[in-house]
């Protein structure tokens, strides 16, 4: 039986929430422990806030990192895993290339492996009953957070096999101890640091991104096998940095195009950083819409 059939066989929206994938449970864990935290520490600043407790609101340097960490993060998601390594749109200088997967990391996102065989196969099956993070199936929360824990993840060797190597393994390996890092380092700022900069940043990251699977995938009334990808505006401000993912109907329509947005008034910060780059000589081989130039 095919890795595929298995899939739909198995259902695993089917299973309760808190089953997870055999060989994601510390995916899992991460999951529970940083949701927790950042329920913490957001009472924590509330009771402060409230005169309850002595707890000050986080200082600049906590609230400036924290917004440097979500924006280098969301960068890095959008331009090296998901335009460049991904969908191959772009080459990215080598040393930009890691600088940005490092910040990815950082946020919360995964080994660029795992990431790149589960978009791809996300892609080649969108809106088929094989989706593995199709709304459709278990609903909106399968769809939002469900699916990375619950879903095994896809075959690198069938999915990623260019990606499938040892500078991306170093990666991998590396992970664990970079979540533990990007968790709790905030504490040399005081508590304040380590919930803002750690747990609330995290939390925040993840669901500003996993709407590209589940809210930008809702198309209400659309039937297996249509588009049901989605262009919002209002998702844009969200993810602090307008990096362009919520241009997502756009992007199903041409996958391989390194820009997003198809006009001026659709903020896309991941193409003009492209652009940029690209004029400085750290991104090349740029795929652009057929219709334009820019
Ligand atoms: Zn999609
Ligand atoms: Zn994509």
């Not at 190597?165 to 979540?179: G, S, V």
Request: include cysteine; hydrophobic fraction near 45%.
């Amino acid at each position: 039986m095919s890795a595929t059939s298995k899939f739909v066989e198995a259902r695993p929206w089917q299973r309760p929430w808190w089953k997870p994938a055999k060989n994601n449970f510390l995916t899992f864990i991460y999951m529970v422990v940083v949701h927790v935290l950042a329920i913490v520490g957001i009472i924590l600043q509330l009771l402060g806030l409230a005169g309850v407790i002595n707890y000050s609101l986080p200082s600049m340097t906590v609230v400036i990192l924290t917004l440097i960490l979500t924006f280098l993060g969301g960068l890095g998601t959008t331009v090296c895993y998901h335009r460049a390594l991904s969908h191959r749109s772009l080459k990215l200088n080598k040393f930009i290339e890691h600088i940005l997967i490092f910040f990815t990391i950082l946020n919360g996102n995964g080994s660029p492996i795992t990431w790149v065989a589960n978009h791809r196969e996300h892609h080649a099956k969108a809106d088929t009953e094989e989706d593995i993070s199709s709304p459709r199936h278990g609903g909106f929360w399968w769809a939002h957070l469900r699916w990375v824990y619950q879903w095994p993840g896809s075959d690198i060797k069938k999915w990623a096999p260019d990606i499938d190597r040892k500078q991306y393994h170093a990666w991998e390996k590396a992970l664990p101890f970079l979540i533990l890092v990007s968790l709790s380092w905030g504490l040399v700022f005081g508590w304040q640091g380590f919930f803002w900069l750690g747990a609330i940043r995290l939390v925040h990251s993840l669901h500003f991104q996993m709407v590209v699977n589940s809210v930008l995938h809702l198309s209400p009334g659309s039937v297996m096998g249509e588009d049901s990808s989605r262009n919002i505006w209002w998702l844009g401000p969200f993810q602090f940095g307008a990096w362009g993912e919520n241009w997502h109907h756009n992007h199903h329509n041409a996958a391989n195009v390194a820009k997003f947005s198809r006009s001026w008034a659709q903020i896309d910060i991941g193409w003009y950083s492209i652009v940029l780059m690209e004029k400085l000589g750290l991104a090349k081989d740029v795929r652009r819409p057929r219709v334009e130039k820019t």
